[in-house]
């Protein structure tokens, strides 16, 4: 069915099983009435609840760690921070600044799509493994049809300084051992050893450590949505608290622009 037949079929109506609000008090999400089955639940384990409908308390203070440990930096350089600051800067409000932040940690480089990728990496290199290929086919593969290996490398320090303190977070929690986290360690073994000397960072780490719980992909960048927030927030409410405008200014003589000589409005 397409075209307006199937558009018919969704006027004024919308089948689900996810959730709703009923006008005689109640609310559901997945079959649990939040009022009653949900609310003594942490945010955090609701927000994974909405995402796959389990519950999960152990995986979701690991999440809470993770965004605490990792992710928010509360550095006006880092690029998404950057986009909150400047909207601090502008005057503009602290929902347009998190959204436009939020918006650009779908990045290629860093944010997102390294935290999904990192996760699918494990995935198919344990598949892969399975099938009969050494881990060092396996990652060659991967840096000749991708050009790098997601969860590795870093571009400013070659040692990730989150490793460690969220290793320690895990293991408090009782993880840390599992198949996945070591098979994520073992890849970075051959690659400090190759000429590239890529080392783990922590989009590696916190794979390794998410697939060992049995996250899909899908369901690991869906909880990972909004795991930069808590550092967007004091970028903008410190640039907001300075003058207006003075946020990273750059000088003209610092560009370098090759483009056409100043003109006036109108002139030929």
């Known amino acids: 069915m397409t075209g307006p037949e199937m558009l018919r079929e969704f006027e004024d109506n919308w089948v689900t099983a996810m959730g709703a609000w009923f006008p005689e008090g109640r609310v ?8 009653s089955d949900l609310g003594r639940r942490s945010w955090m384990e609701y927000f994974i609840y909405g995402i796959n409908g389990e519950e999960l308390p ?3 203070r ?4 993770v965004w605490a440990l990792t992710t928010s930096y509360p550095d006006p350089r880092l690029w998404n921070n950057r986009v909150a600051a400047l909207a601090g800067a502008s005057r503009s409000t602290a929902v347009l600044a998190l959204s436009a932040g939020v918006a650009v940690s779908e990045a290629s480089v860093y944010g997102l799509r390294p ?3 990192a996760l699918d990496f494990l995935y198919r290199a344990d598949k892969k493994l399975d099938d009969g290929l050494s881990l060092e086919e396996i990652i060659w593969q991967e840096l000749k049809k991708y050009r790098n290996v997601f969860g590795y490398g870093r571009p400013i320090t070659a040692a990730d300084e989150r490793v460690a303190p969220l290793m320690d977070f895990a293991r408090s929690l009782g993880m840390g051992d599992g198949k996945f986290i ?3 360690f073992a890849v970075e073994d051959y690659l400090k050893s190759s000429r590239l000397k890529y ?9 390794g450590l998410v697939a060992d719980e049995g996250r899909t992909p899908d369901d690991h ?8 927030v ?4 004091p970028c903008y409410i410190d640039a907001r608290q300075k003058r207006e405008g003075a946020f990273f200014p750059l000088r003209t003589s610092r560009i370098h622009y090759s483009g056409a000589e100043a003109r006036r409005w109108g002139e030929e």
């Not at 690991?62 to 760690?65: A, D, I, P, R």
């Not at 808590?230 to 927030?233: P, Y």
């Open 28 to 35: 559901v999400l997945r079959g649990k009435d939040v009022l």
């Open 58 to 60: 152990r995986f979701a």
């Open 62 to 65: 690991f999440v809470e760690g």
């Open 115 to 117: 935290i999904k990728g």
């Open 182 to 184: 070591k098979l994520a």
């Open 199 to 207: 080392q783990i960072n922590i989009a590696g780490v916190v794979a």
């Open 221 to 228: 960048y869906h909880m990972a949505a909004l795991s930069f």
């Open 230 to 233: 808590a550092g967007m927030m």
